[in-house]
Every structure is written in C-alpha cells, then in structure tokens.
C-alpha cells in the first residue's frame, strides 16, 4: 500500500508565498520522476512542475520563475516553493510520482489527495 499525503496549502493574499509537501510512504521501492499538477474550478487538471529522479526539473510557463519544485530523496517528499502568488494560481494541488513497489515490477504513477490553494485579498 502506498500513500502521497499534500499538505501545506491554505489561504494566501497575493504577492504571498506557500510552500506545499508531498511524502510518499508506504511499500516503496523507487521513486523515479515527481511532479506537481493543479486543477481549478470547471478547468482541466494541469501540469505545474516535474522533478526527474536526477533532479531535472520543468514548469508550466504560467509559473516559471515563481515556483521552485525540489525533493528530499532520503525522505520520500516533493516540494513546491510557491512565491509571488496571483488569484488565477487558486486551485486544488495534487503530487504524482511514479514509483515501484518491489524489485522488477513495473511503475506505476500514484497520486496524493489534493490540497487546497486559494490567493485571495
């Protein structure tokens, strides 16, 4: 069983910061690339940052130079350092990783719960 637990959102003015959490626990094996996704009222769930097992990262135009996404591999966690938030940033944040639960099985994409980020005045 394996479980992605978010935390860290919350209630934001813009131009404020927040910096979201993702551990990974459970029957882990590996972990190989991370990402981070976002999905707002009536839109489509989309791709805000990705971290590669190596530590290559890539973000969503709408976000780059704002965000930061790192992780801590002895931890099993993702980050995502959110600065110079705006309103149209609200929305529900899931982690995704793509890990392996035992030696030779296939990889399999998991995701956490989703927490909530709202930037309002």
């Known amino acids: 069983q394996v479980q992605l637990v978010e935390s860290g959102g919350g209630l934001v003015q813009p131009g404020g910061s927040l910096r979201l959490s993702c551990a990974a626990s459970?029957?882990?094996?590996?972990?190989?690339?991370m990402a981070w996704y976002r999905q707002a009222p009536g839109k489509e769930r989309e791709l805000v940052a990705f971290i590669s097992s190596a530590g290559s990262t890539n973000y969503a135009g709408s976000v780059k130079g704002r965000f930061t996404v790192s992780r801590d591999n002895a931890k099993d966690t993702l980050y995502l350092q959110m600065n110079s938030l705006k309103p149209e940033d609200t929305a529900v944040y899931y982690c995704k990783a793509g890990l392996r639960t035992g030696w030779g099985t296939r990889e399999y994409d998991y995701w956490g719960q989703g927490t909530q980020v709202t930037v309002s005045s």
């Open positions: 459970g029957s882990i094996f590996s972990i190989n690339s």
